[in-house]
């Protein structure tokens, strides 16, 4: 299996005040998180967008889930605000020469590359393109909103995949919390995105912990 399981941080925010908060409070704790843009098309959702985060400084890894209809055009601000990977969803492409476009786009950014799918995308839809990307983010709830319940039933892709690809990075993003994260693991996952686990805790640190304890 791909590496010992690791926590991003969900960064889901409305103004760039409010993501630079939580930054700070994740600096020093986490070593990677993941950055939520929306762009109220794809998901009926908006959130702050790279273009507003330009020159960054943090020592977090940020990766950026674009939840867009066009993820081809906020490429140069994700590398402006120091992205480190970008995640595209599959749903917003869908077509193969898209999707490989896209992909060779984000490398000539010099950026790491995931897709994402949606709870219901099965997962044979990424099978022609594991060997391209660097990670898959298996959406645990529908996309576009914090707080939700995970979906039981998208473990069930976890597995398939971990069983094609046993050296990819599988991530889980959604109701991932210290009751949901060993079920995901067990799955297969080896990146586990949360917000309100870690936020809401007591401390950060605490969060983290709980989900990979």
């Known amino acids: 299996m ?22 700070k409070q994740i600096e020093h704790v986490a070593h990677r998180a993941q950055v939520d843009v929306m762009d109220g098309v794809f998901v009926p959702n908006t959130t702050v967008q790279p273009k507003e985060l330009r020159r960054l400084k943090t020592r977090v890894k940020l990766e950026i889930q674009l939840m867009v209809k066009h993820p081809e055009e906020y490429l140069h601000d994700c590398c402006a605000m120091g992205a ?49 990307v660097d990670l898959i983010l298996v959406m645990t709830v529908q996309p576009g909103f914090g707080g939700q319940k995970l979906i039981p039933a998208t473990l069930k892709k976890v597995t398939q995949l971990r ?49 990979i304890s």
């Open 2 to 23: 791909a590496k010992h399981p690791e926590v991003a941080p969900a960064l889901l925010c409305k103004s760039r005040a409010e993501f630079l908060h939580k930054l």
């Open 163 to 211: 069983a094609w690809a046993p050296k990819l990075d599988i991530e889980v993003d959604g109701g991932i919390n210290a009751t949901t994260a060993p079920l995901a693991i067990k799955a297969g996952a080896n990146v586990l995105v949360a917000g309100n686990a870690i936020f809401k805790a007591k401390t950060i640190k605490e969060g983290i912990s709980a989900l």
């Open 84 to 132: 480190w990977m970008v995640i595209f969803h599959y749903e917003a492409t869908k077509n193969a020469t898209k999707i490989k476009s896209f992909i060779n786009q984000a490398r000539a950014h010099k950026l790491k590359v995931g897709m994402a799918i949606n709870p219901r995308t099965p997962a044979s839809a990424l099978k022609p393109f594991l060997k391209l």
